[in-house]
């Protein structure tokens, strides 16, 4: 199908008054926890002090609160078929949003802990559904994974892996918010296109809860996500791409993986530089690539305006790098040769413009990799 025709059958489906009450919920408890915040600000306000972090007020950072119960609301309303689908993913995601959210009040649940417990979420939606991956088209890889065991550890740590990776990128006003909202639209996309209509109506509800949270977070900052909404929302994204590859075998696994490209290739190549600089791993720092284009770029584009301005700008024009790879996603996700070239070519061009930023000259990303990415000294931006 068309993804110009698959776009309008997935804002003309059922789930769409489901969808439309999952935004409203969630943009009108966002207002309700900003409003309210003097009563619950002592726990749940987010410190200004950081290395990576560049809001200049105190903010509540409890924003995955409003997005949970918009989606129950969105559950609520919705067709049998889409409720069936939907309340395996708000149950098996209660343990990374629960650890995250105690994170949030608490600040003391550490970076392990709160791994283990997307990971957890990934074993549970497993147990509930019956569903992980079992291919990704990868010849010896795909024989293991014919092993129950094998594929539910795989699973767990591909659903742990990207709901870290939406925490990491979780930086800016809008940022993640418009990555996921997109990425979920990027499945719904696809799924219309091969007929799984109801996994479309639930990608739909999903992305609507998120944006929802969008118009209150961005431009202002009034509302963070914080641990515990970049936690669900990211091991909601997860979820939704198995259940594509599984329930779709003519969806390439490519597919899925380019969606996420941003946050896939920022925590890997995180872990790189991270161990060729000699830090540690979980330890936060300022060489995010969004951090880097706020200074290299944003900084010098936008130096006229505020901090908190740059703040959003930085945001959505990151966050909307997520098109490409939807559209290109919707595309090949038929071809996995095709979805393969896709995610490739834009981890690549993720590379490449990091080594521009660092470097202040274009070179090749296999040159800059090779070359060990960054020097054992901090580099002067």
Known sequence: MNPLAALQGVFQSPATAAAAWGFAACFALCVLMVITKRWHGT??????????KFHTAPTPRVGGIPIVL??????????????????????????????GVVEDITKRVGVMQRLLATMASGLLAWWITDYSISRIDVWGVDALLKFT???????????????????????????????????????????????????????????????????????????????????????????????????????????????????????????????????????????????LVKRRYVARWFGQYSNDVRNSITGVLIGFMTLTAVVLASLTHASVAG???????????????????VKHRWCSPISFLLGNALPATPVQL
């Open 43 to 52: 726990l749940t306000m987010d410190v200004t002090d950081g290395i990576q």
């Open 70 to 99: 918009a989606v129950c609301v969105a559950w609520w309303v919705a067709t049998v078929d889409v409720k069936d689908m939907l309340f395996p993913i708000l149950l098996a995601g209660m343990p990374a949003f629960v650890f």
């Open 149 to 291: 065991i094998v594929s539910v550890i795989f699973t767990a740590f591909a659903v742990g892996g990207v709901a870290n990776a939406i925490n990491i990128i979780d930086g800016f006003n809008g940022l993640a918010s418009t990555m996921v909202t997109l990425g979920f639209m990027g499945y719904a996309l696809i799924a219309w296109q091969v007929g799984d209509t109801t996994l479309a109506s639930v990608a739909l509800i999903l992305g609507a809860c998120v944006w929802g949270f969008f118009w209150v977070n961005w431009p202002f900052g009034k509302l963070f996500l914080g641990d515990g909404g970049s936690y669900f929302i990211g091991f909601a994204l997860a979820w939704v791409a198995v259940l594509l590859i599984e329930r779709n075998p003519g969806v390439s696994p490519f597919a899925a993986l380019t969606v996420c490209v941003h946050p896939v290739t920022e925590v890997l190549f995180s872990i790189f530089r991270r161990k060729v600089r000699k830090d540690h791993p979980g330890m936060p720092d300022r060489l995010h690539f969004h951090s």
């Open 339 to 357: 979805s393969v070239a896709a995610f490739v070519g834009l981890s690549m061009g993720y590379v490449a413009i990091y080594a521009r930023m």
